[in-house]
């Protein structure tokens, strides 16, 4: 992806989310993918997908059951 659209991604999720911490960074030899870190710490890959002249991104993000808190007595 080249710099501009990295930068328009980062602007768009800092919107979306409302949060400044959000940035967009290259992935080293990927030329379709970027990372997605929040104060610094990773959560996430975008996929750019073009197919008959239309573009999109992919946002891909895993959350561990393990990072999730414990669910209340009341919902388990």
């Given at each position: 992806?080249?710099r501009g659209?990295?930068?328009?991604?980062?602007?768009?999720?800092?919107?979306?989310?409302?949060?400044?911490?959000i940035?967009?960074v290259?992935?080293p030899?990927?030329?379709?993918?970027?990372?997605?870190?929040?104060?610094?710490?990773?959560?996430?890959i975008?996929f750019?997908?073009e197919?008959?002249?239309?573009?999109?991104y992919?946002?891909?993000m895993?959350i561990?059951?393990?990072?999730?808190p414990?669910?209340?007595?009341?919902r388990?």
């Amino acid at each position: 992806m080249t710099r501009g659209e990295i930068w328009r991604l980062e602007k768009y999720l800092r919107n979306l989310f409302r949060l400044d911490t959000i940035t967009v960074v290259e992935r080293p030899n990927q030329a379709d993918s970027v990372e997605v870190h929040v104060a610094g710490e990773f959560i996430g890959i975008i996929f750019k997908d073009e197919e008959d002249g239309d573009v999109s991104y992919a946002f891909q993000m895993a959350i561990l059951e393990m990072d999730l808190p414990p669910a209340p007595a009341s919902r388990s």
